[in-house]
């Protein structure tokens, strides 16, 4: 588990959305992520609490296309 206000933690994160086509999704889970929603969502992270809604997520996201 990564501290999320790990400053080198985010610069990576902002690194790998900007290398991501804008309709491909970064998905983030696990007790740092939740406890840090706001800060990863500004990241353009989509954050999940847990495994059904990883999933619920999944789907949402298969409709768009």
Not at 20 to 37: F, K, T
Request: proline content about 5%; overall charge negative.
């Amino acid at each position: 588990v990564f501290p999320v206000d790990d400053s080198a933690l985010l610069d990576d994160l902002v690194l790998i959305r900007r290398g991501l086509p804008s309709d491909v999704a970064l998905i983030l889970g696990g007790a740092a992520a939740v406890r840090s929603r706001d800060l990863l969502g500004a990241v353009g992270a989509l954050v999940v609490d847990s495994l059904p809604e990883f999933r619920v997520t999944l789907r949402r996201l298969a409709e768009q296309v």
